[in-house]
């Protein structure tokens, strides 16, 4: 071979720096870095074959190749064959990430990992659960089940009531269990209770996935875990560690007791409702017998009700949810009653025949019969439970678990006054054996608020807790007719009145504030006029004409205009049903709300009659919306609960969430007041008048006489008296508001007949010996809106309005239905220039010329709705002859 072949190879132009690389290479096999004469093996090839160097990139990467900062070879050591990689210095125990693995499949689990993970989760679960179930212990159903008193308080701490614990419990032997109760549980709630283990796996699945997604935390538990929650652990939680614990308890529970023992003691602990724990007490509550006595019937509606009393018991519980109304809650109770009764004979626990004696839902009778609880006491303990419950982080479960000392705001003294003085009138005006007719079916609310701290001082929510379940003091559904025109006064005051020159589309922001002295057309049968002036429509496209009380007009002919002040005295109706449509209904809808009536009691805002009372607030917050008045425009948080502790302290502090907003400057405010001191001073409500003492207030009556109220206030207490008849069968679902003409032997009950003579008295009694206190002077307030010279009338002019009242202004295919001009002395025309006279006026939709009570108009879409809901609407508040919202 040529010597010349043996020589290194000429420079391909790599010069120094490649000189220095390869300088610079480990010593061993390869002299030189791999990549410096073009080839992995270089000078190593068979025939020593050389390539051209790839240049200074290429260098580098041949450089750091062989300098082992590649990632595909590893360091070689002595003794290994050529391109294989050193084994590592010590094997991991867990070999994540993977070694020797790139990408992807460096972070992919083998499966022995995985193998291995379940093996040991699996493992350890089991050791947990073993370790679980070795250490908990059957607890003692009677010692954590008992039932605690809960102790109620009068304001001056003085004890009213203690509810609760034993006298509410009676433990019956499982022999004493009727069969078809036993089976109706079943049915419901656990069908494989005989066979399974006392668990349901898929269900507690389903309870620790909702616990987890924050959903709902109940359902899917067997017979023996409800047994085990309810009879014992104290912790009523629903977190997780409860859960594992209430399932080894179970599980030991389902191993060591006996079937028949769960369930007797299931249904010796169960809460059904009416403070009764276990079937026996359950039993005496809804039926008034023993359990050993119930039927298959009576045992389904048990079994029902243990779903939940709140929205199963027949009697309702809106007190607690206003969705819980004893229409509801029926509908609810006999739709799951049926479905019970379907499934046992279904599961083969009953025989159809048996299903099929009971047709009829089981007759329940009334839901107290505590005598701790009779009179007013029942009333105020239901209204003190419902404010805990809606109100702090006390939950209906626990508050009936009891232990808790509830100290209210409620005055014994003022209680007792305000149910003697209801108690007086009923005695001395109401006799249902001489005019069942008329007098049968009356019933009374009440209640009193401490304007400066929003504390309900006294209510009268009926006759007897025990016998008259619904509290007419927080719920009565009957209109409150014209004791909502102060909001609509308020509203006028607050906002102004829209301009009817100005842009409609501008019209909400071009406002002029409304003076007391402000004028407005006092005329019956006033035709309603939209901000823009045009004459407003209902929805069939017809005019309203506004009613007035008796069909008579005030003011002076031909504008008939008189103050708002006036307007209130009298309690005129057009006057404020226009005023109303000129501040814009969804103002006056807003005042209310501000003063503090609950939106959800407002009716719709959509018609001019809501500015006379079509809403059916309750008496509370009544009282509470007129004490923001007395208060000089600060409205307060209504409350009946002042704190209320634990056997470890304070639970719960009214002071210490206590809120008070100004929702009315004081001028607005105090100038309301002012005006309804025109009222008792002067007007409709003079009956209500305290010697030396200033009142405010007013009436308020609905059309067709169904409901009176009086609201008034001093500066230290405002209340609210309502009066209406309704059918007392609170299970039907059409009950109907009875009109009250001939009630109390009165041709008809306003607001200043038997209501302000309540309030009166009451009052009287209640600010005996308290200090005499004025109500503030009020600022000037607002501009006097219409105040525009009348036209001098003339002979053309009186006969143009004559001929502009001719009966047919308009001929609609209904008028010819209308009635007779009415013989009264206000229909009566003496003298054929009077612009009143005349027969029918425009087309009367909403009036009635003859001026009988029978003969009324047709209400409006939004009356028609508050008839489907049991509320009085009659023939509308500007439809009706006796002018709905207004009186005398």
Same mark, same amino acid.
Request: hydrophobic fraction near 30%.
């Given at each position: 071979?040529?010597?010349?072949?043996?020589?290194?190879?000429?420079?391909?132009?790599?010069?120094?720096?490649?000189?220095?690389?390869?300088?610079?290479?480990?010593?061993?096999?390869?002299?030189?870095?791999?990549?410096?004469?073009?080839?992995?093996?270089?000078?190593?090839?068979?025939?020593? =074959?050389?390539?051209?160097?790839?240049?200074?990139?290429?260098?580098?990467?041949?450089?750091?190749?062989?300098?082992?900062?590649?990632?595909?070879?590893?360091?070689?050591?002595?003794?290994?064959?050529?391109?294989?990689?050193?084994?590592?210095?010590?094997?991991?125990?867990?070999?994540?990430?993977?070694?020797?693995?790139?990408?992807?499949?460096?972070?992919?689990?083998?499966?022995?990992?995985?193998?291995?993970?379940?093996?040991?989760?699996?493992?350890?679960?089991?050791?947990?659960?073993?370790?679980?179930?070795?250490?908990?212990?059957?607890?003692?159903?009677?010692?954590?089940?008992?039932?605690?008193?809960?102790?109620?308080?009068?304001?001056?701490?003085?004890?009213?009531?203690?509810?609760?614990?034993?006298?509410?419990?009676?433990?019956?032997?499982?022999?004493?269990?009727?069969?078809?109760?036993?089976?109706?549980?079943?049915?419901?709630?656990?069908?494989?209770?005989?066979?399974?283990?006392?668990? =349901?796996?898929?269900?507690?699945?389903?309870?620790?996935?909702?616990?987890?997604?924050?959903?709902?935390?109940?359902?899917?538990?067997?017979?023996?875990?409800?047994?085990?929650?309810?009879?014992?652990?104290?912790?009523?939680?629903?977190?997780?560690?409860?859960?594992?614990?209430?399932?080894?308890? !179970?599980?030991?529970?389902?191993?060591?007791?006996?079937?028949?023992?769960?369930?007797?003691?299931?249904?010796?602990?169960?809460?059904?409702?009416?403070?009764?724990?276990?079937?026996?007490?359950?039993?005496?509550?809804?039926?008034?017998?023993?359990?050993?006595? #119930?039927?298959?019937?009576?045992?389904?509606?048990?079994?029902?009700?243990?779903? *939940?009393?709140?929205?199963?018991?027949?009697?309702?519980?809106?007190?607690?949810?206003?969705?819980?109304?004893?229409?509801? @809650?029926?509908?609810?109770?006999?739709?799951?009653?049926?479905?019970? #009764?379907?499934?046992?004979?279904?599961?083969?626990?009953?025989?159809?025949?048996?299903?099929?004696?009971?047709?009829?839902?089981?007759?329940?009778?009334?839901?107290?019969?505590?005598?701790?609880?009779?009179?007013?006491?029942?009333?105020?303990?239901? #209204?003190?439970?419902?404010?805990?419950?809606?109100?702090?982080?006390?939950?209906?479960?626990?508050?009936?678990?009891?232990?808790?000392?509830?100290?209210?705001?409620?005055?014994?003294?003022?209680?007792?006054?305000?149910?003697?003085?209801?108690?007086?009138?009923?005695?001395?005006?109401? =006799?249902?054996?001489?005019?069942?007719?008329? =007098?049968?079916?009356?019933?009374?609310?009440?209640?009193?608020?401490?304007?400066?701290?929003?504390?309900?001082?006294?209510?009268?929510?009926?006759?007897?807790?025990?016998?008259?379940?619904?509290?007419?003091?927080?719920?009565?559904?009957?209109?409150?007719?014209?004791?909502?025109?102060?909001?609509?006064?308020?509203?006028?005051?607050?906002? *102004?009145?829209?301009?009817?020159?100005?842009?409609?589309?501008?019209?909400?922001?071009?406002?002029?504030?409304?003076?007391?002295?402000?004028?407005?057309?006092?005329?019956?049968?006033?035709?309603? @006029?939209?901000?823009?002036?045009?004459?407003?429509?209902?929805?069939?496209?017809?005019?309203?004409?506004?009613?007035?009380?008796?069909?008579?007009?005030?003011?002076?002919?031909?504008?008939?205009?008189?103050?708002?002040?006036?307007?209130?005295?009298?309690?005129?109706?057009?006057?404020?049903?226009?005023?109303?449509?000129?501040?814009?209904?969804?103002?006056?809808?807003?005042?209310?709300?501000?003063?503090?009536?609950?939106?959800?009691?407002?009716?719709?805002?959509?018609?001019?009659?809501?500015?006379?009372?079509?809403?059916?607030?309750?008496?509370?917050? #009544?009282?509470?919306?007129?004490?923001?008045?007395?208060?000089?425009?600060?409205?307060?948080?209504?409350?009946?609960?002042?704190?209320?502790?634990?056997?470890?302290?304070?639970?719960?502090?009214?002071?210490?969430?206590?809120?008070?907003?100004?929702?009315?400057?004081?001028?607005?405010?105090?100038?309301?007041?002012?005006?309804?001191?025109?009222?008792?001073?002067?007007?409709?409500?003079?009956?209500?008048?305290?010697?030396?003492?200033?009142?405010?207030?007013?009436?308020?009556?609905?059309?067709?006489?169904?409901?009176?109220?009086?609201?008034?206030?001093?500066?230290?207490?405002?209340?609210?008296?309502?009066?209406?008849?309704?059918?007392?069968?609170? @299970?039907?679902?059409?009950?109907?508001?009875?009109?009250?003409?001939?009630?109390?032997?009165?041709?008809?009950?306003?607001?200043?007949?038997?209501?302000?003579?309540?309030?009166?008295?009451?009052?009287?009694?209640?600010?005996?010996?308290?200090?005499?206190?004025?109500?503030?002077?009020?600022?000037?307030?607002?501009?006097?809106?219409?105040?525009?010279?009348?036209?001098?009338?003339?002979?053309?002019?009186?006969?143009?309005?004559?001929?502009?009242?001719?009966?047919?202004?308009?001929?609609?295919?209904?008028?010819?239905?209308?009635?007779?001009?009415?013989?009264?002395?206000?229909?009566?025309?003496?003298?054929?220039?009077?612009?009143?006279?005349?027969?029918?006026?425009?087309?009367?939709?909403?009036?009635?010329?003859?001026?009988?009570?029978?003969?009324?108009?047709?209400?409006?879409?939004?009356?028609?709705?508050?008839? !489907?809901?049991?509320?009085?609407?009659?023939?509308?508040?500007?439809?009706?002859?006796?002018?709905?919202?207004?009186?005398?």
């Amino acid at each position: 071979m040529s010597e010349h072949r043996r020589k290194p190879p000429p420079s391909q132009g790599g010069g120094r720096a490649a000189a220095r690389r390869g300088q610079s290479a480990p010593s061993g096999r390869r002299a030189a870095p791999r990549g410096a004469t073009g080839s992995p093996s270089g000078s190593y090839g068979p025939e020593g =074959d050389e390539r051209p160097y790839g240049g200074r990139a290429e260098a580098r990467r041949a450089a750091q190749r062989g300098s082992g900062g590649g990632r595909r070879r590893a360091a070689e050591g002595p003794g290994r064959g050529r391109g294989r990689a050193a084994p590592s210095a010590r094997k991991r125990f867990i070999d994540y990430p993977r070694a020797g693995k790139y990408g992807v499949a460096r972070w992919m689990p083998s499966w022995r990992l995985v193998t291995g993970l379940f093996i040991g989760f699996f493992g350890s679960m089991v050791a947990v659960a073993g370790i679980g179930y070795a250490v908990v212990g059957v607890p003692d159903p009677a010692k954590a089940a008992e039932a605690q008193n809960n102790v109620y308080y009068w304001a001056d701490g003085s004890q009213m009531v203690a509810t609760g614990g034993e006298i509410n419990r009676q433990i019956i032997p499982y022999e004493e269990i009727p069969e078809a109760m036993r089976f109706a549980v079943m049915s419901a709630e656990n069908k494989t209770f005989l066979e399974d283990s006392g668990i =349901d796996p898929r269900g507690i699945g389903r309870a620790l996935l909702n616990m987890a997604t924050g959903g709902q935390t109940q359902g899917g538990s067997t017979i023996t875990q409800q047994y085990v929650k309810n009879a014992m652990l104290n912790d009523q939680s629903q977190t997780l560690s409860r859960k594992f614990k209430e399932l080894f308890i !179970s599980i030991k529970v389902g191993q060591q007791v006996s079937k028949e023992k769960v369930m007797a003691g299931y249904l010796n602990t169960a809460y059904y409702g009416r403070g009764a724990y276990g079937l026996q007490a359950a039993s005496r509550a809804y039926f008034g017998k023993k359990a050993a006595e #119930l039927n298959a019937s009576e045992c389904a509606f048990l079994a029902s009700v243990l779903k *939940g009393a709140t929205y199963y018991d027949p009697a309702g519980a809106t007190s607690i949810d206003p969705a819980a109304t004893p229409q509801d @809650n029926r509908m609810r109770a006999e739709k799951r009653w049926k479905w019970i #009764l379907d499934e046992m004979v279904a599961d083969g626990r009953i025989e159809q025949a048996e299903r099929d004696k009971f047709t009829e839902f089981p007759e329940v009778q009334s839901p107290r019969s505590n005598t701790q609880l009779s009179g007013q006491i029942g009333y105020l303990v239901d #209204l003190a439970q419902a404010y805990i419950i809606n109100n702090t982080d006390i939950t209906a479960e626990q508050l009936q678990q009891g232990g808790y000392e509830i100290h209210t705001t409620f005055d014994k003294k003022m209680v007792d006054q305000l149910e003697a003085a209801v108690t007086k009138v009923q005695k001395e005006n109401i =006799d249902p054996e001489k005019r069942p007719e008329t =007098d049968t079916h009356v019933e009374f609310g009440g209640a009193s608020v401490d304007p400066a701290s929003g504390a309900i001082k006294a209510i009268y929510g009926g006759v007897d807790a025990t016998e008259h379940f619904t509290n007419n003091a927080d719920q009565t559904g009957a209109q409150v007719g014209s004791t909502f025109k102060p909001f609509v006064l308020a509203a006028a005051m607050k906002w *102004g009145v829209r301009d009817p020159d100005g842009d409609p589309v501008q019209a909400q922001d071009e406002r002029t504030i409304a003076s007391p002295e402000s004028l407005y057309s006092g005329k019956n049968k006033l035709k309603i @006029n939209t901000y823009d002036g045009n004459v407003w429509h209902n929805e069939e496209g017809k005019e309203w004409l506004q009613v007035n009380d008796g069909d008579e007009s005030y003011g002076e002919p031909p504008k008939y205009d008189i103050t708002l002040r006036e307007a209130m005295r009298i309690s005129a109706n057009s006057a404020f049903v226009q005023l109303g449509m000129d501040v814009g209904l969804d103002k006056v809808k807003e005042a209310a709300v501000d003063a503090g009536i609950l939106e959800s009691s407002l009716a719709s805002a959509d018609y001019p009659s809501f500015s006379i009372g079509t809403s059916d607030p309750s008496a509370i917050r #009544l009282a509470g919306a007129y004490a923001t008045f007395a208060a000089s425009g600060t409205r307060y948080d209504l409350h009946s609960v002042s704190e209320v502790t634990d056997r470890d302290g304070v639970v719960f502090s009214h002071d210490s969430v206590a809120e008070k907003e100004n929702v009315f400057e004081a001028k607005v405010a105090d100038n309301v007041t002012d005006v309804l001191k025109t009222v008792v001073d002067d007007g409709t409500g003079t009956s209500a008048a305290l010697p030396g003492r200033e009142v405010a207030g007013k009436t308020g009556t609905t059309d067709g006489n169904k409901s009176a109220w009086f609201v008034g206030y001093t500066p230290q207490l405002s209340t609210a008296i309502g009066m209406y008849r309704m059918d007392d069968d609170e @299970n039907n679902k059409n009950r109907e508001f009875l009109e009250m003409y001939g009630t109390g032997n009165e041709d008809s009950i306003h607001g200043a007949s038997f209501p302000a003579e309540i309030w009166h008295d009451y009052m009287e009694q209640a600010l005996k010996g308290k200090e005499v206190i004025d109500f503030p002077t009020p600022e000037p307030i607002g501009e006097v809106i219409n105040d525009e010279p009348d036209p001098i009338p003339t002979p053309t002019v009186t006969e143009t309005e004559e001929e502009e009242e001719s009966p047919e202004p308009s001929p609609t295919p209904t008028e010819s239905e209308d009635p007779e001009p009415s013989t009264s002395p206000s229909q009566t025309c003496n003298n054929p220039f009077d612009p009143t006279c005349g027969g029918t006026i425009g087309n009367d939709n909403g009036g009635n010329e003859s001026g009988d009570p029978d003969d009324e108009a047709s209400p409006s879409a939004s009356q028609s709705e508050s008839d !489907s809901q049991g509320n009085d609407s009659g023939g509308g508040f500007f439809a009706g002859t006796n002018g709905k919202g207004n009186e005398d």
